[in-house]
C-alpha cells in the first residue's frame, strides 16, 4: 500500500466502466476502480445496489454487459478476463482466485468430507501425496478453528459459522493472490459473527491477502478494508479511504448510511 506511487506497479485489478443489467434493470453502471496488492476493499451499500452483481461479474461468474475487468496475471501481464481462454480461467478460479460465497453451501460440496472439500483445491495445483494432502488438511482445519479430527466428517454435520470457516479454508489453501467474499459474515448470529470476523482479519493480516469484499455492514468494513467504495442503485458514488468514508463520508446517501448503521 505504501509503494503506489511507484509509477511502475501495477494494479492487481483493474476494472473499468462495467455495465450489468438483468433485462432491463441496470443492476451496475459504468463502475470502476483499481485493487492494488495486499489491499483490501470493501464494497458496501443496501441490499440490492448492485454488490453481488459486480463481485460475480468480476470474478468472471457473470458475464457483464460492457466494460474491461483487467487482472494482473503470475507473469506481470495484465489480461482482460475476457480474453482468456475457458482452461486459463477455470486455472485462474481453482487457484490464483478466491471465493467465499455468502452462503457456505454454494461454496462448499456438501456430500464430500469437510477434507475432501480442502483437497479438492490442492490436487487443482498437482498436490498428490495423500499423506500430505491430509496432513494440510487437518492443518488448515485447525487456522480457521475447526477440530481436525473431524476432517472426514461431510459439511452438512457442521453449524453454519463452522461451514462458513470450512469454506474459507478450502479458498485460502492455494494461498491465492485475490479474494472475492460476498458478505462473509451475513446469516450467521452476532457471536458467531464476531469470532469470523476476528479469524478473518488474522488470516487476512497474516496471509497478506488481496480482496474485494461484499458487505451491507459497515462493521465489517471497518475491521477488514483499506478503502471502501460505496455503491447506489448500481453506481459507484464514493471511494476512499476507510476511516475518511465511515468519519467523514461526502456524499449525502454515504451520509445517511454510516449514520443509520453505526452508533455514534
Ligand atoms: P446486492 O448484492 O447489493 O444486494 P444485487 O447485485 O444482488 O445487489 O442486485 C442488484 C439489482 O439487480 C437488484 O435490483 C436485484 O433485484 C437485481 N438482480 C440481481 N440478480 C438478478 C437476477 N438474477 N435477475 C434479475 N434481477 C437481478
Ligand atoms: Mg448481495
Not at 227 to 242: A, P, S
Request: charged content about 25%.
Amino acid at each position: 500500500m505504501s509503494n503506489h506511487d511507484q509509477p511502475l506497479e501495477q494494479p492487481l485489478l483493474r476494472v473499468t466502466d462495467l455495465a450489468k443489467s438483468y433485462g432491463g434493470h441496470a443492476a451496475c453502471r459504468e463502475v470502476s476502480f483499481d485493487l492494488w496488492p495486499g489491499e483490501i476493499l470493501a464494497v458496501v451499500g443496501e441490499s440490492g445496489s448492485g454488490k453481488t452483481t459486480l463481485l460475480k461479474c468480476i470474478s468472471a461468474q457473470l458475464a457483464c454487459d460492457d466494460g474491461r475487468i483487467e487482472y494482473l496475471m503470475r507473469d506481470g501481464v495484465m489480461r482482460d478476463i475476457h480474453s482468456l481462454s475457458e482452461a486459463e480461467r477455470r486455472f485462474l478460479m481453482r487457484t490464483d482466485w478466491g471465493f467465499v460465497h455468502q452462503n457456505p453451501r454454494e461454496g462448499l460440496r456438501m456430500r464430500v468430507s469437510a477434507g475432501a472439500n480442502i483437497a479438492e483445491r490442492m490436487i487443482a495445483v498437482g498436490a498428490r501425496n495423500y499423506g500430505k494432502i491430509r496432513g494440510t488438511a487437518e492443518d488448515w482445519m485447525d487456522q480457521v478453528e475447526l477440530d481436525p479430527a473431524r476432517v472426514d466428517h461431510q459439511p452438512n454435520t457442521f453449524s453454519g459459522g463452522m461451514q462458513q470457516r470450512l469454506q474459507i479454508a478450502r479458498n485460502l489453501v492455494t494461498h491465492p493472490r485475490l479474494m472475492f467474499m460476498d458478505e462473509p459474515t451475513g446469516g450467521l448470529d452476532v457471536s458467531v459473527q464476531a469470532r469470523l470476523l476476528d479469524l478473518l482479519r488474522s488470516l487476512v493480516t497474516k496471509m497478506q491477502l488481496s480482496a474485494v469484499l461484499v458487505t451491507h455492514d459497515l462493521a465489517v468494513a471497518r475491521l477488514l478494508s483499506h478503502r471502501i467504495m460505496v455503491m447506489q442503485g448500481g453506481e459507484v458514488i464514493e471511494t476512499g479511504l476507510t476511516d475518511q468514508v465511515l468519519d467523514d463520508p461526502q456524499h449525502p446517501y454515504s451520509q445517511m448510511l454510516v449514520s443509520s448503521i453505526l452508533p455514534v
